[in-house]
């Protein structure tokens, strides 16, 4: 009788291991549960969808549940959720609408995702009120901006999601106004690039309320207001995006262990504490490059990688997951900003480094090259080894130059081996000494 | 007394030197001696000049002479020619105008740069045959086109400065015809990234003649017409970009070492073989990053650099001057071209490698995301040890992608470890998989 491989979650993780477990084995049975209807969807094209840059929100499902079942021939069920795992006897309990039954695996596959946080605020429950984490959110949002007139909305959290929400309802002709109770936007991105963001925001008309604590929504059924410490703000619309905790419940109930981090704790080939049980993407830890330690970064691309090297390993293909550098980039309007590795200077001391950091701004283009634009690039270097710790670049396009510096990290560079780095040049492109360069040229001056 | 430090040249390399050394030592005596008039200019934004894109030549001049010499205490002399290098009296003859002159120098960089390569064509001499390799040339050519009313004009040589030309003429309404000798252009590229440009070239307009050898020019004083080995073609004004040659006469002639490519042999700090004489820039060779040989690609970035490093080595502080990918980067109409490392085949295999494949397309950004485009990329990796030798990209967007490979090669990455590598993802900037990660994937794929 054929193995067979269960896969719990029809996302990036869960699909990619399906995928590539059946493609490296077709004898394997590979069966996916999804609790929902949607299955391998970029949950990233969401504000672009609400946006009304994707016209339709199936464009953003990658490969479809059809595709997966007749042309991967994955026995994907969806509607499905395990209530349990039962590591021992080798088995999970799938509850669908029609039935609860128990399914055997030879390898189990965690791949539950996060959630998205919801606080305790008061009102959470009005119409309006929306976390966006899902495609049925999403859908509702859309609909919710689309069909009625609204004027104002308020945007909780000042993260990625909240920002990239901002650009989205502000394209609707809506006012918005975005809380952070933090001094500053993107916190992970650092302040150098936190304040060229938040001046661009104000710029392109979001009412900007940094350190400001929302204690809840108020209305009669529907939204109406947000209400803060002193005042009450009117509100049509409200997204909470205070970010994701990942989804565990079901792994901790098994006895699977977590990590430092609250997520599943995971080997370099992504298994937990019992050996034939893997765990990948949103709910799982990862290694992190710089520091050595487990992280959660909760992205789409560690959940696809992980998921891959998961579905070879299983196949007996014995495939690490890969560090992560925590790289992310996001557009705010018309600025791209971008982060990877330590940029906090506090972060860094924690992990055992003597930070020393530069910002400088440089052109993204020669000086005298028509549409130039201004790039503000960070790198972060430990003092005594010079090894490179991290970086961050903002600015109206070369975000992506983002690339170099984590490639620079998953190398374990040296802030003079990145300036010695032979990088493209020409006019239309870059400087003769691109920015990253430039920046690692005046930081290495700083470490001498 | 203090030190003198001598540099013949006064563009990248020699500028850089002299700018470095005399901000680490201000005591020491900087001399530069420049033929010509012009000083630190952008040679690589001239064909923009000619297009139109820059209204200024001088505004291609990154730091006037002046600057230099006011600002910097630089003794920079214009029009001042090295006609003569003696390494044991540690002398060199100059030439101005007014007086020919001995002078003495502790410390020597030759500096000389590369002339565009002329080749025995016959009525190179008529008016409206150009080569553009330096600012009166530019001035010439941009004046030649904008004052008279020319509809025909023909481009030798397919390399970036025939290319980049063919896109300044034809932004002036000229029919332009590009004779290239070779199969393909853009050689260095390898063929998957040219055989894309050529479709665009022909798309823009542009009628291109491959595998055509040129025979020469004619014309009654002004040129109208390239021969060709059997037919003749109407040309209002030609632009012979077949490439440059080092400027060494005046090394060789003083006895300093030329090595395998034709231009000046230097150690890693850019000394020759006088300890106290060093070269630079577009003279001199460099070592290759993948092959550990001496190169000769003479490009801006590896010249400013070497200077840097020189102009910090004479001042106590041994700086190496860093080794070449050969990284290159082009524009080419609305296409983006870049390279780096080894790219073709052959050259990987005389240098030692078992040399493996791909060429991958893949989108710019999510699927769904508008505005996306397509991008080519080609990676060679070594069969056996799965080190990463090169590659290139091609595309109307994300050419700069090519960094990531370039620090990759830097590195020493295996393919593998390319994979792994933790690169930027949001929607508007890169699909979950960046197109680099993609054909690292395949190549891995491959390799297996």
């Given at each position: ?35 929902g209807d949607w299955v391998s969807y970029a949950a990233c094209g969401m504000p672009y969808y609400v946006k009304g840059d994707v016209d339709d929100l199936d464009d953003l499902v990658t490969i479809t549940a059809d ?154 059924e529907r939204v109406e207001s947000v209400a803060l410490e002193e005042e009450t703000v009117p509100a049509d619309v409200v997204i909470v995006g205070v970010g994701v905790a990942p989804n565990v419940e079901l792994a ?119 549409e130039s634009e201004e790039l503000s690039v960070t790198l972060l270097a430990d003092r005594e080894s010079g090894r490179l710790l991290g970086g961050s670049v903002v600015g109206r396009e070369g975000a992506k130059r ?47």
């Amino acid at each position: 009788m054929a193995d067979t491989f269960v896969v719990i979650g029809g996302d990036a993780a869960g699909m990619s291991a399906a995928s590539k477990a059946k493609r490296e084995n077709p004898e394997l049975e590979v069966i996916v549960f999804e609790k929902g209807d949607w299955v391998s969807y970029a949950a990233c094209g969401m504000p672009y969808y609400v946006k009304g840059d994707v016209d339709d929100l199936d464009d953003l499902v990658t490969i479809t549940a059809d595709e997966f079942r007749d042309e991967r021939d994955v026995d994907l069920r969806t509607g499905a959720e395990v209530v349990d795992i039962d590591p021992d006897a080798q088995t999970v309990t799938v509850e669908s609408d029609e039935e609860t039954y128990e399914q055997s695996y030879d390898d189990l596959l965690v791949a539950t995702g996060a959630n998205a946080i919801k606080p305790p605020f008061e009102g959470l429950d009005l119409e309006g009120v929306f976390t966006i984490h899902n495609m049925d959110e999403a859908d509702a949002i859309e609909d919710y901006v689309t069909e009625r007139d609204l004027e104002t909305a308020a945007i909780v959290g000042g993260g990625y999601v909240g920002i990239e929400m901002a650009e989205a309802l502000s394209e609707h002709g809506i006012d918005v106004d975005l809380y952070e109770m933090l001094p500053h936007v993107l916190q992970p991105f650092g302040e150098p690039v936190a304040e060229i963001v938040e001046d661009h925001l104000r710029e392109q008309g979001v009412n900007l309320h940094l350190e400001t604590a929302v204690s809840g929504f108020d209305g009669d059924e529907r939204v109406e207001s947000v209400a803060l410490e002193e005042e009450t703000v009117p509100a049509d619309v409200v997204i909470v995006g205070v970010g994701v905790a990942p989804n565990v419940e079901l792994a901790e109930a098994a006895g699977i262990e977590l990590g430092p981090t609250g997520a599943v704790a995971t080997d370099e080939y992504g298994r937990t504490n019992y050996e034939n049980v893997y765990a990948a993407g949103d709910c799982a830890e990862a290694r992190h490059v710089v520091t050595g330690e487990p992280d959660h970064v909760p992205l789409a691309l560690t959940a696809n990688r992980a998921g891959r090297a998961i579905g070879q390993t299983i196949t007996g293909d014995p495939t690490p997951t890969g560090e992560i550098a925590g790289t992310a980039i996001v557009k705010a309007f018309e600025l791209g900003a971008a982060r990877t590795g330590l940029t906090d200077e506090e972060q860094a001391e924690e992990a055992g480094f003597d930070p020393v950091s530069v910002t400088i701004s440089a052109a993204t283009r020669a000086h005298y090259y028509p549409e130039s634009e201004e790039l503000s690039v960070t790198l972060l270097a430990d003092r005594e080894s010079g090894r490179l710790l991290g970086g961050s670049v903002v600015g109206r396009e070369g975000a992506k130059r983002i690339d170099t510096v984590a490639t620079a990290l998953h190398a374990g560079m040296t802030v003079t081996e990145l300036q010695n780095a032979d990088l493209a040049y020409a006019p239309p492109f870059s400087p003769v000494w691109d920015p990253v360069l430039t920046a690692a040229k005046v930081l290495s001056g700083k470490l001498e």
